[in-house]
């Protein structure tokens, strides 16, 4: 398994669970990815203001000057910048919200990494039955599946909790959806936050989900990083062993107390359970 952490671009999410943010003590992309590869993390996850905000060239430079590899792009800016999503009543929003998230797939694409679809898959409202919601996600999901293929990627969906969407809050209930739409360029992003709340037995769900998790974000009950709540880690890190899981254990959590030491508590956190073996910069 890898190390990953969070970099926001977005100043509308600025209250957002990511650990670096435009401003700050290690505030913009440049000192982010310095802090990320100082600390030893393996990569960083971005969560850009839009495709064409993307800011592909310094990311190139810097990813390459830090050996830092991009683990995941987020898609959350089209909802916290445009209201956005995917399940909205209005057939000209919905397409709207692809189009930002293809545009995200292909940027992502380019580096060999996947795109996340979190907030931007909505939620039922209004006169939207959750039914049809869920139809109206599933096209996206197979749709933009297919695009990320096209890059060699699969598109990572993430189950938000029950105050976030009333699609899916749980992984189980997730997948099947997946297994039953065969929908294979579609994977599980994990988030340990939603889970808490959600799963009855969040490394029991890991194990029953399998080869379908994709990423994993990786923080502790309170959103704070892992080590900072009362989450026991150590069964949840079995578990993804036993699944032969191989990807990104991602810190997406509060600056708290600052962005520097949430970012050393989480891979003190992962060397602890011998994740993330890079050794931090002399
Ligand atoms: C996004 O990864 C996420 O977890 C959501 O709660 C949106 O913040
Ligand atoms: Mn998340």
Known sequence: MKSAITICLVPEARQGPFV???TGETGGLAAACRAAAELGFDAVEIFPESAEA???AEIGRLLREHGL????VGTGAGW???KLHLCHADAAVRALAREFIAGIVDVAGEFGAPAIIGSMQGRSEGDVSRDEAVGFLVDALHELGARAAVHGQVLLYEPLNRYETNLFNRQGDAAAVLELEGLRHVQLLCDLFHMNI????VAATLEAVGSRVGHVHWADSN???MGLGHV???PIVAALRTIGYQGFLSAEVFPLPTAVEAARQTIEN???HAVAARPPAA
């Open 80 to 82: 916290v910048k445009q």
């Open 270 to 272: 992962l060397r602890g």
């Open 69 to 72: 590899g991009l683990a995941a």
């Open 54 to 56: 993307f800011p592909a």
């Open 232 to 234: 026991n880690a150590g």
């Open 20 to 22: 670096f943010h435009p």
């Open 223 to 225: 959103r704070r990083a």
């Open 198 to 201: 959600e799963e009855t037995d």
